[in-house]
């Protein structure tokens, strides 16, 4: 319990850094309050993935399992999942569990708070905009009352609150992966008639975008079809390469082109990219199998590979975060600064209309602390665990991406036939 206390004191340090960091934010000439608050947000989110990671380390999970102060933690939770000696990583699991329950409530309420504000004159704009101490007092004192929450009822009933938040962020990665990639043609399409450069960009975007994909395709079916019995493997590994050659050739035929010019290979490039890294990080999680059609192998034998697709699934998380709430800011909302403009050079920019939905900015990040919180614990599930597979592998981590993969094609094979299917309706494209 001393070593909770120690990451809640370090929280409190973090909320003098947070004042620090709105000072300097204070004396740049350019920043808004929008701007601002938004990357506020997204340092918490960083903050929990910090905290959470504390308690993967060995060392204190070893600590936390040998503790008698730890509320959650007593000799009738290693019995009921069966791990023995490897029961520290539960309760280091248990602990990430109980971090991010704290932030989705945080995000939750300030969801539930922000609802319907159209601009910053609104006086719960404030509640949005500041308070920043407060704040990260109240996940603070959210996280520490999570850690008194009795471990049977609650492991089992967050574990599938957390698969479903998690599988839904996953698909809300696919929805602004497949708008990004519009939006990056579009763009490009649109300076092509003024700068002859911009083709070749798109050129070169998706030569690298599909190099990369073959990479990972030839990279799967080494390292994880390396023995006769991996016939599982290799049936994902050709389905993704089967369903990534069908978008491909789809998105530059003379139908699809002629209702919906923004269309193209760069599009389907990308895509097949992030189904790829979906594919690998998912047979990377792949428990060692004794089945015929299983493969005794895994990501997790490759020294350092599970870490390293752990920090990219973060790190994809909050890009998706970012691109959610910066996407749609406007630029034609006025902008005014404080009178005291020599002292305080953070503009409100939002006097006359928000720049972006505050309940669905909030949502989101609930929805990424679900994905982090289920990334950092290998989609753990105790009854999987219990059978002697390894915490670095479990089916449900493997089977919730390969399905996510499955899905991200099928929603960019939808954008792309839909306009051909329903020109009424999609007449001017996605």
Partial sequence: MGCVLGVCAAQIACCCCSTACSLCCSCCPSSVTSVMTRLMYLFLIVLGVLTSSVFLIPQVQKSLSKSVNIPFYDNSVCGMIKLGKECEKA???QSVYRVWFAFVMFFLLMAFLTLGIRSSKDCRAYLHNGFWFFKILIIIGVMIAAFFLPATPFT?????IGTVGGVVFIMVQVLFLIEFAHRLTEALLNKADDNKCCGFVMAILCLIMYGLAIAGVVGMYINFTVSNACNLNKGLISISLFLCIIVSIVSVLPPIQAANQK??????SVVSVYVTYLNFSALGAEPVGSKSWECPYNLSNINGAGVAMLVVGIV????TVFYASFKKSHDDVGVIEDEEAHKQKVADDETESVQYS???FHLTCMLASFYCMMVLTNWFKPETVSKGFE???SWPSMWVQIVASWV????YMWTMVAPVLFPDRFSSGF
Wanted: proline share 0%.
């Fill in 408 to 411: 991200c094609i099928l929603l």
């Fill in 316 to 319: 994809i998380a909050l890009i």
């Fill in 358 to 360: 505050y309940w669905l």
């Fill in 263 to 268: 269309s193209g290979i760069l599009q389907a």
């Fill in 391 to 393: 915490f670095a592998a």
């Fill in 156 to 160: 089992k009933i967050w574990l599938y």
């Fill in 91 to 93: 309760v280091g699991y």
